[in-house]
């Protein structure tokens, strides 16, 4: 069946500093959707791509769909503390609107 | 827009009872809402699919008759887990999405059960 892997697992960041984590999924997919959960909290939407090779931005978060629509990248630019969390990226299954989460990426700033 | 609440966000209960979660889109209204259940420091783990006035459909090596799902409305899915034992003990999120609009889940806050 479809898998969808995150790299890396876990990630530990300078405050300040640059990071990027990517996920990559067996299967061409129609869309790349990635989420946010904070310790404790439930995944929020954070934004979905679509077109092959689509960038996206939302200020320091800088979104990337492969031109294969098989794989996608986040970069965060200068973590901030705020940035703690889990990043999930997700595609849609064949059939339906079913999704299959990656693993997702922890993420831990150290100020 | 786009709010999903979960009732109740907790819940510790004796092995052996049955624990019921509600999943409500407050502003929208769903075509299909998904169960999933996240252990520690793990993804989520899709349990079912909930379509309103149908039956759920289960994933692979999930229980239907111990997870019983019931989509009473296009705003409404509720989750019970019957005959808890702590092996259920979980969080498990409930997500909906829009009638109208992109196919994007919106996540609800969760609820955390501990079977004791």
């Known amino acids: 069946g479809q898998q969808v892997m995150q790299i890396p697992q876990y990630q530990h960041v300078q405050e300040g500093e640059d990071f990027t984590t990517y996920c990559n999924s067996s299967t061409t997919l129609s869309n790349i959707q990635w989420y946010k959960q904070r310790p404790g909290g439930h995944p929020v939407f954070l934004i979905q791509?679509?077109?092959?090779?689509e960038v996206k931005k939302q200020k320091r978060l800088t979104f990337q769909f492969g031109e294969a629509k098989k794989n996608s990248s986040l970069h965060i630019t200068a973590t901030q503390t705020t940035d703690v969390g889990t990043y999930f990226c997700?595609?849609?299954?064949?059939?339906?609107?079913?999704?299959?989460f990656g693993g997702g990426t922890r993420v831990l700033v150290k100020p | 827009g786009a709010v999903v609440s979960q009732h109740p966000s907790r819940v510790i209960c004796k092995s052996g009872t049955s624990v019921k979660i509600e999943c409500r889109s407050l502003?929208?209204?769903?075509?299909?809402m998904f169960w999933y259940r996240q252990f520690p420091k793990q993804s989520l783990m899709l349990m079912a699919t909930s379509n309103e006035g149908s039956k759920a459909t289960y994933e692979q090596g999930v229980e239907k008759d111990k997870f019983l799902i019931n989509h009473a409305s296009l705003t409404l899915s509720t989750l019970t887990v019957t005959s808890a034992h702590p092996e259920d003990s979980s969080f498990y999120i409930c997500?909906?999405?829009?009638?109208?609009?992109?196919?994007?889940?919106?996540f609800g806050p969760g609820t955390r059960l501990l079977v004791l």
């Open positions: 502003d929208f209204q769903a075509t299909t």
């Open positions: 997500s909906a999405t829009p009638l109208v609009g992109p196919e994007t889940q919106y």
């Open positions: 997700a595609g849609p299954r064949a059939a339906g609107n079913k999704l299959t």
């Open positions: 791509l679509v077109k092959s090779g």
